[in-house]
């Protein structure tokens, strides 16, 4: 148990191939894995705060390319830590600036953070006029 975090990138077309079928369906829209944390609670409280006022219901939080590049903002200036530690039922603990320990360090977990979000604004922003649609968006578990 605990605090699952999972980034999605979602892609549908309205052009749909005969194909491209699962269960006698045609295949609308393809679910991208774009990234997963384990208990990082300072991130999750940030999500839910700025971008689903702060309802924290595990629902799909979506986030705009113009999301993504506030988060990421707010990553490399520290934001997530200014207003101290988000905490919750099985919630863990995120890193704090200048800690470490022998699973990483806060440097570390900031570098992947900021490097996932860039990907996934770059990938939503890179969608040409074309017959689909991308969205991202943020969902946990716990």
């Known amino acids: 148990m605990g605090l699952d975090m999972m980034l999605y990138g979602d892609k549908s077309s309205y052009v749909k191939s005969p194909t491209d079928e699962v269960d006698g369906f045609p295949v609308a829209s393809v679910i991208l894995d774009m990234g997963y944390w384990r208990k990082h609670a300072n991130l999750h409280g940030f999500i ?3 971008f ?4 924290d219901e595990c629902q799909k939080i979506n ?10 903002k707010c ?8 207003d101290g530690e988000t905490t919750g039922f099985f919630f863990g603990r995120s890193y ?6 022998e699973y990483g ?3 570390e977990q900031k570098a992947r953070d900021i490097d996932l979000f860039t ?3 770059n990938w939503l922003m890179a969608n040409t006029p074309t017959k689909e649609w991308r969205s991202v968006y ?3 578990s716990w």
């Open 52 to 55: 689903a006022d702060g309802e």
């Open 75 to 82: 990553l490399e200036n520290d934001d997530l830590y200014k």
């Open 63 to 72: 986030l705009s390319a113009d999301d993504l590049a506030h988060l990421i």
């Open 119 to 121: 990907k996934a604004r």
């Open 96 to 101: 704090f600036p200048g800690e470490k320990d």
């Open 105 to 107: 360090s806060y440097e």
């Open 138 to 140: 943020y969902q946990a």
């Open 48 to 50: 839910v705060d700025a």
